[in-house]
């Protein structure tokens, strides 16, 4: 039961660049969310989705894009990557209903 | 407006004590209270919520928490901790009314530190 997972764990890029981070679920949960970790910021919410092809914005959702076309990914992509786009990033899932949310391992993201 | 806070930064306790991690919060409606732990390098892990009924909510690894409504607390707590329960700690809520809203607000965390 591999249950959520991220890819890639780490990645470096530069400023400009495209990066696109990966989430894959395998309990057929309907909500996804990513969030951002920051020190002093604790989590915030970037984007989530509460179903395939329905997606809403959180809190920072500036500088970033996703989609969900089916029920189990919910990528995130960094358009065009900026310094202050570093953190680690965490996708999560849940039912609904009493909104337990299954977090992944997490991306550290570094943009020289 | 909904909003979570965790006012220490950091909790040190000796193994063996009784230790407590706070969190307070303030929605317009009845709250739905999580608890979650973060080992260092790892994602996030369910501990214990809170929907309704018994004030008193157990979780995993021994832990369990006390919904105070009249001081709109919920305070996370274990009876003997140990070294292995270092880590961060973060509570979150959300508004049982909040109706489509599926977002959970969370706290800052609190960085717990046993110490042998």
């Known amino acids: 039961d591999a249950g959520i997972t991220q890819s890639p764990r780490y990645k470096i890029t530069e400023t400009g660049r495209q990066v696109t981070l990966m989430c894959h679920q395998t309990?057929?949960?309907?909500?996804m969310f990513w969030y951002r970790q920051d020190l002093g910021h604790g989590l915030r919410l970037i984007y989530y989705?509460?179903?395939?092809?329905?997606?809403d914005k959180g809190e920072v959702p500036d500088g970033y894009v996703v989609s969900r076309s089916k029920t189990e990914n919910f990528p995130l992509t960094l358009e065009s990557a900026t310094r202050s786009q570093t953190s680690v990033y965490f996708c999560?899932?849940?039912?609904?209903?009493?909104?337990?949310?299954?977090f992944g391992p997490g991306t550290r993201l570094t943009v020289l | 407006a909904q909003s979570v806070a965790q006012p220490e930064d950091q909790v040190n306790v000796a193994e063996g004590n009784p230790l407590t991690v706070k969190c307070t919060y303030s929605?317009?409606?009845?709250?739905?209270l999580f608890w979650y732990v973060q080992y260092p390098n790892r994602g996030l892990q369910f501990l214990l919520k809170?929907?309704?009924?018994d004030n008193l909510v157990k979780g995993s690894y021994g832990f369990e928490a006390e919904f105070n409504k009249s001081q709109t607390s919920f305070h996370l707590k274990k009876p003997s901790a140990l070294v292995s329960d270092s880590a961060l700690y973060f509570c979150?809520?959300?508004?049982?009314?909040?109706?489509?809203?599926?977002?959970?607000?969370w706290g800052l965390g609190t960085s717990l530190a046993v110490n042998p």
């Open positions: 979150a809520v959300r508004d049982a009314w909040a109706g489509n809203n599926r977002k959970l607000i």
């Open positions: 929605v317009s409606g009845n709250p739905y």
């Open positions: 809170y929907i309704t009924g």
């Open positions: 309990w057929s949960h309907s909500y």
């Open positions: 989705s509460a179903a395939a092809d329905i997606t």
């Open positions: 999560a899932s849940s039912v609904g209903g009493a909104d337990t949310q299954y």
